[in-house]
């Protein structure tokens, strides 16, 4: 709330200013219509609760305004994100027609259970710029290594907060912010942020800072701090390289996360009274609950031609799931392994992975691309269970953008992927998504 006042408030300043102090923010602005036709498929291969499969089409439009800046030392802008869902289709394959489902996936549920008709939103940012520092406040849309919004629906996930990059120094970034809420990509509500396996417990204090190095083309050095006020603080460290080889070229991503328990779930007392985290200690352990995850990848991908394969691995130690923004309504985090079902991060996990993807443009079909990913997990700490349960996950990704004629720009992708796992909470899932996209330039 506190964000979109100070939006409201840039947007009065901008307007106040003389038309030739504006001039900037006029002329530099650009604004498109992006279109997502989007249709969603789950069925479920284990567990007897409702529902057993999931199907739900729906059509998106994205409004995205940017502005320019106001011309003098401190430019002034504003940025707005509206965002309408309109349900083409919502099932009826478990029970009456867009009942007896989960949200979270296409669209919010009304009071009787059943997925609305269509729903909207509206984001606003203001933001400032001095010299080569900017800020933001209100509507954001973060791609950090300790925050990343989820676009895997027909409608985005958006936060709320503030955001400061600065570039003043030559390869170098310096980031920090606070975020309040967050708006989740099937709803119209700005709740308060919580963690995985948590919903009952919100904290509106998530702090972070970080810096980007880049020496030279090939190589960028990165850490970030982050903080969700009485659950977690966290350290991460990351490193990649391209390494231009005599035929092809090699590149590393290593990634660190060292996560650790805040405040409340800091204390046996805090966290008897919610403030836990998904874990793998037993409910009579004493310090169940509470964040303890080191989760630590490595991924080397070779490419030649068209080719690309990708090999990692990626471990978790420690107690606890990795902690990250979650609302249990669609979330992402910035790990190597992470899939289009499963976050293959909790308790002890253990995972070797392998993606390969095809650009046919080396074929002769420019727009036409596929990626194939396999993960297979192991030794996953799960309370309850025994120590070293199992799982995997395959996908298929095919993506193909129309190149020239009446319909240049019209993008089409189809995602497959298939879960499968011996967690008790996790279910067996086929999962189909088919995608249609445009985007439409108005200024």
């Known amino acids: ?3 979109s006042i100070l939006a409201m408030a840039t947007m009065a300043g901008v307007v106040a200013l003389p038309c030739a102090s504006a001039a900037g923010f006029f002329d530099d602005s650009k604004a498109t219509l992006g279109l997502r036709n989007f249709y969603f498929n789950q069925d479920y291969k284990s567990g007897a609760q409702a529902p057993s499969k999931q199907e739900e089409w729906g059509q998106g439009f994205m409004l995205n305004f940017r502005s320019g800046y106001t011309q003098g030392p401190v430019g002034f802008g504003l940025d707005a994100l509206g965002m309408l869902g309109v349900k083409l289709d919502s099932g009826g394959r478990t029970d009456k027609a867009g009942r007896s489902r989960n949200p979270g996936q296409l669209f919010p549920l009304d009071h009787d259970n059943s997925a609305v008709d269509h729903y909207s939103s509206l ?6 710029r001095i010299s080569k520092t900017e800020a933001h406040i209100g509507t954001l849309q973060p791609r950090l290594p300790v925050v990343v919004f989820n676009d895997g629906r027909m409608l985005p996930q958006t936060y709320s907060g503030g955001q400061i990059t600065s570039r003043e120094f030559d390869n170098l970034t310096l980031i920090g912010g606070t975020l309040e ?12 942020l919580s963690v995985p396996g948590n919903t009952t417990r919100r904290s509106n204090k998530f702090h972070f800072a970080g810096v980007d190095y880049r020496v030279g083309k090939d190589l960028l050095l990165q850490y970030y701090y982050a903080t969700l006020e009485d659950f977690y603080e966290q350290h991460f460290l990351g490193l990649t390289h391209t390494l231009a080889l005599p035929v092809g070229s090699l590149s590393t991503d290593l990634r660190y996360f060292h996560s650790e328990a805040d405040g409340e779930n800091a204390s046996r007392a805090g966290r008897a009274n919610g403030w836990t985290i998904g874990d793998a200690r037993l409910s009579s352990d004493p310090e169940k609950g509470e964040v303890d995850s080191r989760l630590w990848s490595l991924q080397s991908t070779y ?4 080719h690309s394969l990708a090999l990692l691995y990626q471990q978790n130690e420690g107690d606890s799931d990795l902690p990250y923004l979650n609302q249990s309504d669609g979330a992402t985090s910035y790990t190597a392994a992470t899939r289009q079902i499963g976050g293959f991060s909790r308790a002890g996990e253990r995972v070797l992975g392998t993606i390969y993807t095809y650009d046919f443009a080396a074929l002769g079909i420019p727009g036409l691309s596929a990626r194939l990913t396999y993960n297979k997990a192991w030794h996953i700490d799960v309370a309850g269970q025994s120590r070293g349960e199992r799982e995997w ?19 089409f992708a189809w995602a497959n992927a298939a879960l499968r796992s011996h967690v008790s909470s996790q279910r067996d899932i086929n999962e189909n998504r088919l995608i249609v996209l445009y985007s439409i330039p108005l200024l």
């Open 1 to 3: 709330m506190r964000a």
């Open 303 to 306: 490419k030649l031609g068209g």
């Open 393 to 411: 996950e395959r996908d298929f990704r095919l993506d193909y953008v129309i190149q020239s004629g009446p319909l240049a720009g019209v993008g």
């Open 123 to 128: 984001g606003l940012t203001g933001k400032l």
């Open 181 to 192: 809420r967050a708006k989740g990509r099937s709803s119209t509500d700005r709740q308060a």
